[in-house]
């Protein structure tokens, strides 16, 4: 009985249906704005690593959540009128939460919301390193855009 049982199941094949993720990294740039640092522009730019996970909801949208590192920050470069200069670099770990609508085959608008975690923080003027006690927020929401281009 028992050679019959394990027989069965050794030549027996069983089809399993589930969810279709697909996964891959991520490797791109960031321009960030900073609030309060009394500076307009994206004139940081900076890295975002990491992986991801996705799934097509239908023919037209698909969710994606990461796990990336992304370095954001400001800067002035030095000025010529009044010998200022100006770094702010913040490395946060974040996970972003995508929505993205294909317009065709190869190309989609992306958007969505991510909670962040701050790892490291610089800041420096033409002075030097600035130690103005004041921390940093320790975690963040922000939103995210862009243009996907397969």
Do not use: C
Request: avoid cysteine.
């Amino acid at each position: 009985m028992k050679r019959t049982i394990l027989a069965f199941f050794l030549f027996t094949s069983i089809t399993v249906f589930a969810q279709d993720f697909k996964g891959g990294i991520r490797l791109g740039v960031a321009g960030t704005q900073v609030n309060g640092d009394r500076l307009s522009g994206f004139d940081k730019g900076g890295i975002i690593f990491g992986g991801f996970v996705s799934r097509k909801l239908n023919e037209h949208f698909s969710a994606q959540m990461d796990l990336v590192y992304i370095q954001k920050g400001s800067r002035k470069p030095l000025s010529d009128i009044d010998n200022t200069y100006y770094l702010l670099r913040v490395n946060y770990l974040e996970v972003p939460v995508m929505i993205q609508w294909f317009l065709t085959d190869k190309l989609a608008l992306t958007g969505g919301p991510s909670y962040g975690t701050l790892v490291a923080s610089h800041e420096e003027n033409e002075i030097g390193d600035i130690n103005s006690g004041s921390s940093f927020t320790k975690t963040e929401f922000s939103g995210n855009i862009g243009i996907l281009y397969k």
